[in-house]
């Protein structure tokens, strides 16, 4: 049987690499994007079962690249993890967590992370996200 592919966008590489990490131990395939743009062209080309999605990013945020995959038929019902850092809200942000939830209240992602990130709790996540908690 096939590993499970996942997509981990996140423009800190350190980031995508605790989440890949995570990913690998848990059997999954996963690719990398480090901006929205790279993750619409990356997720076309593999149609991920699994995507973990920054919000903060420069050019083309998370919530961006959230609604475009929400858009293509292709990518309308892959389960996507959002990250956030709380620190975008402490160092005043105009963003809140409620103003967050009330723009994916539509067509939510399946969980949302903050940062940093716990691996044992991403885990869990992940497992929630596709079902298999």
């Known amino acids: 049987m096939p590993a499970n592919k996942?997509?981990?966008v996140d423009d800190e590489?350190?980031?995508?690499?605790?989440?890949?990490?995570?990913?690998?131990r848990m059997g999954w395939e996963a690719a990398e994007a480090e901006n929205g743009e790279e993750a619409l062209h990356v997720a076309a080309g593999m149609?991920?079962?699994l995507v973990v999605l920054d919000i903060m990013m420069p050019g083309m945020d998370g919530r961006e690249v959230f609604a475009a995959m929400?858009?293509?038929?292709?990518?309308?019902?892959?389960?996507?993890?959002?990250?956030?850092?709380?620190?975008?809200?402490e160092l005043g942000s105009?963003?809140?967590?409620?103003?967050?939830?009330?723009?994916?209240r539509t067509a939510p992602p399946q969980a949302f992370v903050?940062?940093?990130?716990?691996p044992k709790e991403l885990r869990a996540i992940?497992?929630?996200?596709v079902g298999e908690a």
């Open 6 to 8: 996942a997509l981990v």
């Open 13 to 24: 590489a350190d980031v995508r690499a605790v989440v890949v990490e995570v990913l690998m």
């Open 47 to 49: 149609l991920p079962d």
């Open 70 to 89: 929400r858009r293509d038929a292709r990518l309308a019902h892959t389960p996507i993890i959002m990250l956030s850092s709380v620190n975008d809200y």
């Open 94 to 104: 105009p963003e809140t967590a409620e103003s967050l939830a009330e723009q994916f």
């Open 114 to 118: 903050n940062k940093p990130i716990e």
């Open 126 to 129: 992940i497992l929630e996200a």
